[in-house]
């Protein structure tokens, strides 16, 4: 996962805690951008020093060429756009091969604003809240694992659309109802923000088996990584159909987070 120079700290923790519990996140490699004003180390040593989770971290020199090749002409002559896609690039090419020597099976590359969750509302899936519960723990995996079996599919890349997050802000009321006490929901983004944007974004993001997946010679972007995953027709008939499996709840950075940093 990439982490940019907008993302405040405190984002990191509630995102560590929610995939190790939710996925169950085990293996991470972490980018810190260059212009970061802020270091994760400290926070990727709680998990890392009780062996909850194996994290490597990365600068740019682990995955950047020497020389860059792309143009800003081909991206609107915006550099700094231009550096972000090929940073992306490169990780994503170096990334999937590392975490494959390490025996990960399922692979997902999102941002720490992006959170991977079962896709509850999905048709295939209105009824199995008793058999996967959502405070469960791995219940992304839990409910891959259920819709195999149900269906015999063998997933080789999972498209998860993107729903927007942030647009306004839950009462304090609301967040806090049913909280355990001592947590201040107030600082947890999944729980201060409960409701989403209308819009929907068409550029999801992918969840690979590795396992199934034979060893990747052309990766593509973000939103396509490899030929195996959704073309962008189908992306669009997986969201029209509320067919999706899983999905990310992406949300939208505030200006109040960016100014602590």
Not at 85 to 95: D, L
Not at 112 to 136: A, G
Not at 159 to 188: C, H, N, W
């Amino acid at each position: 996962t990439p982490i940019h120079k907008h993302i405040y700290i405190q984002w990191l923790i509630e995102w560590l805690a929610y995939h190790y519990h939710a996925l169950p996140l085990r293996e991470l490699i972490v980018l810190v951008d260059p212009d970061s004003k802020t270091s994760p180390r400290k926070i990727l040593h709680r998990w890392a020093s009780r062996k909850l989770m194996n994290i490597t971290v990365w600068k740019d020199e682990d995955i950047m060429p020497k020389k860059v090749k792309a143009l800003p002409s081909a991206f609107d002559n915006n550099t700094g756009v231009m550096m972000h896609r090929v940073r992306q690039t490169n990780f994503i090419r170096k990334c999937v091969p590392a975490l494959r020597k390490r025996n990960a099976k399922w692979v997902m590359l999102t941002d720490t604003d992006e959170y991977v969750l079962p896709s509850y509302s999905s048709w295939y899936f209105l009824n199995v809240t008793n058999r996967i519960p959502r405070t469960s723990p791995g219940n992304v995996l839990r409910m891959l694992k259920y819709h195999e079996n149900v269906t015999g599919t063998n997933h080789t890349c999972v498209y998860m659309p993107r729903y927007f997050f942030g647009a306004k802000e839950s009462s304090p009321l609301l967040v806090q109802k049913g909280a355990p006490k001592g947590i201040d929901t107030q600082k947890l983004m999944t729980q201060r923000f409960l409701f989403r944007e209308s819009r929907q974004n068409p550029n999801g993001k992918n969840l690979i088996n590795l396992e199934r997946v034979a060893r990747i010679e052309k990766f593509g972007g973000v939103h396509k990584i490899t030929s195996v995953c959704p073309e962008l027709d189908k992306m669009y008939e997986i969201n029209q159909q509320h067919a999706a499996i899983v999905r990310v709840h992406h949300y939208v950075r505030h200006a109040e987070d960016i100014c602590l940093l």
